[in-house]
């Protein structure tokens, strides 16, 4: 059975540039979630969707969106990038939003913002 | 205070011996408790997880929740130097099970 499967893995862009991370989730998982990792804040919660909507979101600007595809893969998008925003970006699949499903990560997209 | 707290470390123990790392939460309608593994540069990967009071076991891993004193705890037992790395904590709330809430990590070195 396939990983969550993320694209691209690694990626430089410039400040003021957008940017697009997408996400397969694991068959059968109709819950994606978003999280960034950077060294000083740790892990993050950016977003979740199940079902194309979107069912919880974290404490980010309106710079970071994401949307949920029906065939459950997700893509999230960052406009106008800033230095600040390099980050490890991880997407999680779990079969529902319920609490107690076990939640997998993906590998990750790097985004170095220059 | 923050929501999920960890030593951030690092611990180091020698090999073959037992690890204990700790993890406090502050809501009390935490439902749900993760233990994740995490070597440098790698995404976390899932160890154990752990619903009810009580321990848990899974082979030389052993997790422990007290809901009343809202701590956590994950043992590893003949740990190995492959056991080196960042062990995060996180906690789900109900219905919110997308969204976990991360502690800052315990780095666990083990030396041979």
């Known amino acids: 059975k396939a990983g969550v499967t993320q694209t691209p893995r690694y990626l430089i862009k410039t400040r003021g540039q957008q940017v697009t991370l997408s996400c397969s989730p694991i068959?059968?998982?109709?819950?994606v979630s978003w999280y960034q990792q950077t060294p000083g804040q740790g892990l993050q919660f950016l977003f979740e969707?199940?079902?194309?909507?979107?069912?919880n979101k974290g404490n980010f600007p309106g710079r970071f969106s994401g949307r949920q595809f029906s065939n459950s893969r997700s893509e999230m998008n960052v406009s106008t990038l800033e230095l600040g925003d390099s980050a490890l970006y991880l997407c999680?699949?779990?079969?529902?939003?319920?609490?107690?499903?076990?939640?997998?990560f993906g590998e990750g997209s790097w985004l170095t913002v220059v | 205070q923050k929501e999920v707290e960890q030593n951030s470390g690092p611990l180091s123990v020698p090999e073959g011996a037992i690890a204990s790392l700790n993890c406090t939460y502050s809501?009390?309608?935490?439902?749900?408790f993760f233990w994740y593994r995490q070597y440098s540069g790698k995404s976390p990967e899932l160890i154990m997880s752990?619903?009810?009071?009580g321990d848990k076991e899974d082979g030389r891993f052993t997790a422990q929740l007290n809901k009343a004193s809202q701590y956590v705890s994950l043992l590893i037992r003949d740990s190995q130097p492959s056991d080196s790395a960042t062990y995060l904590c996180?906690?789900?709330?109900?219905?919110?099970?997308?969204?976990?809430?991360f502690g800052q990590g315990t780095e666990l070195s083990v030396k041979p």
């Open positions: 996180a906690v789900s709330l109900y219905n919110q099970g997308g969204k976990l809430i």
């Open positions: 999680a699949s779990s079969q529902t939003f319920r609490s107690g499903n076990t939640i997998y």
């Open positions: 809501d009390r309608v935490s439902q749900s």
């Open positions: 752990i619903y009810s009071n």
């Open positions: 969707y199940f079902s194309e909507t979107q069912r």
């Open positions: 068959s059968g998982h109709r819950s």
